[in-house]
């Protein structure tokens, strides 16, 4: 038996579409986009067709948004199709067996960051 597993880190390029199989279970997709910079300055992106399965799909339906940092591990499947004007391209689909939300707290929750009152305000009410 052979397969490939990929770790990855990058953002989530669009909200998550969460479906069910015939036999009613719950499956999530969603992508995420990992960016690199190369010496002489120019950003390269790689897409991943991520989908999540049962309880896993449950939670990323309901708290994922599109933009948020995350990592991502699973079983990668490379995956060649045609275009329709006939161009070969390759898709990178991912089953994801391991997920975590980085980036900061309000990142996560897709909330504004709060300006320098509302944030010296917090400090005043809790004593160090």
């Known amino acids: ?40 300055g120019k950003e390269t992106t790689t897409w991943l067709n991520c989908s999540a399965w049962r309880a896993l799909a449950e939670m990323l339906n309901s708290n994922l948004k599109k933009g ?3 990592f991502v591990q699973g079983d990668l499947l490379p995956r060649e199709y045609t275009t329709r004007d006939g161009q070969t391209r390759t ?21 504004s960051t709060p300006d320098s009152t509302e944030a010296l305000e917090d400090l005043e009410e809790h004593p160090f």
């Open 91 to 111: 898709s990178l689909d991912v089953t994801v067996n391991t997920f975590q939300f980085l980036g900061s707290k309000q990142q996560r929750e897709g909330s």
């Open 1 to 40: 038996m052979a397969f490939m597993q990929i770790q990855a880190i990058g953002n989530t390029g669009r909200e998550p579409e969460m479906s069910y199989t015939p036999d009613g279970t719950t499956v999530t997709k969603f992508s995420v986009a990992v960016s690199k910079k190369s010496k002489d």
């Open 68 to 70: 948020q940092q995350v």
